[in-house]
């Protein structure tokens, strides 16, 4: 597992992007790490929500009895959706993971195995989760910080595709940007469905 204080580092740069293909994790190990990234974000969101909610509530004179309980169930749908959130992401993540993977066996044989690479990658999402996430955490300036730290996380993600695989970089490029590419896509077409479907309902209704 990787302490939460060098992915920051390692994003940054004052850890070279190597770590994530010298360190040798296993797939459990990565998990546990992505896991208390994840956590330490989240919590910090809710906790976030929970103060801002509760203050506009409050301003606009809401009964405290109604505030206690709104906010109670507020941290209580929030909480449920934690885990089916975690297992999302992290399902994402070694998908994509394993198209790289997939698409990097053209170009290197010698390529390992699928979960020993998802580990390092896995481990890497974490850094640029925790990253994003803190900064989603400052209203406006953050959002635009957020952004960039996540377009940076893609060049992260090739210069580590480039040095695990030891491609030049325009297979690195292709390796990379493929399989994002392509799960965003069915992730557009997904939400388009369900926006449809409830836009749908809605006028049923």
Same mark, same amino acid.
Not at 86 to 102: K, N, P, S, T, W
Not at 105 to 113: I, N, P, T, V
Not at 136 to 143: A, E, K, R, S, T
């Given at each position: 597992? /990787?302490?939460?204080?060098?992915?920051?580092?390692?994003?940054?740069?004052?850890?070279? /992007?190597?770590?994530?293909?010298?360190?040798?994790?296993?797939?459990?190990?990565?998990?546990?790490?992505?896991? /208390?990234?994840?956590? +330490?974000?989240?919590?910090?969101?809710?906790?976030?929500?929970?103060?801002?909610?509760?203050?506009?509530?409050?301003?606009?004179?809401?009964?405290?009895?109604?505030?206690?309980?709104?906010?109670? %169930?507020?941290?209580?749908?929030?909480?449920?959706?934690? &885990?089916?959130?975690?297992?999302?992401?992290?399902?994402?993540?070694?998908?994509?993971?394993? %198209?790289?993977?997939? /698409?990097?066996?053209?170009?290197?044989?010698?390529?390992?195995?699928?979960?020993?690479?998802?580990?390092?990658?896995?481990?890497?999402?974490?850094?640029?989760?925790?990253?994003?996430?803190?900064?989603?955490?400052? &209203?406006?300036?953050?959002?635009?910080?957020?952004?960039?730290?996540?377009?940076?996380?893609?060049?992260?993600?090739?210069?580590?595709?480039?040095?695990?695989?030891?491609?030049?970089?325009?297979?690195?490029? +292709?390796?990379?940007?493929? &399989?994002?590419?392509?799960?965003?896509?069915?992730?557009?077409?997904?939400?388009?469905?369900?926006?449809?479907?409830?836009?749908?309902?809605? %006028?049923?209704?």
């Amino acid at each position: 597992m /990787i302490n939460p204080k060098v992915l920051l580092f390692a994003f940054f740069g004052k850890k070279p /992007i190597g770590i994530f293909v010298s360190e040798k994790l296993s797939l459990k190990d990565a998990v546990m790490t992505y896991a /208390i990234v994840f956590l +330490i974000v989240k919590l910090l969101l809710v906790l976030e929500i929970i103060v801002f909610v509760g203050l506009s509530s409050f301003l606009a004179g809401q009964a405290l009895v109604d505030l206690l309980v709104g906010m109670l %169930l507020l941290l209580i749908g929030l909480l449920v959706l934690i &885990p089916f959130v975690f297992a999302a992401e992290l399902v994402f993540i070694y998908l994509l993971g394993a %198209l790289q993977f997939m /698409i990097a066996g053209f170009y290197r044989k010698d390529k390992g195995s699928l979960n020993n690479f998802n580990a390092s990658f896995i481990a890497l999402a974490s850094s640029i989760k925790l990253v994003v996430g803190l900064f989603l955490l400052v &209203p406006f300036v953050g959002w635009f910080a957020a952004v960039v730290a996540l377009i940076y996380g893609v060049v992260l993600m090739y210069r580590f595709i480039r040095d695990r695989f030891t491609l030049n970089d325009a297979q690195a490029a +292709i390796v990379v940007l493929i &399989p994002t590419d392509l799960l965003l896509a069915i992730l557009l077409v997904f939400a388009g469905i369900i926006s449809t479907f409830l836009i749908g309902t809605t %006028l049923l209704f």
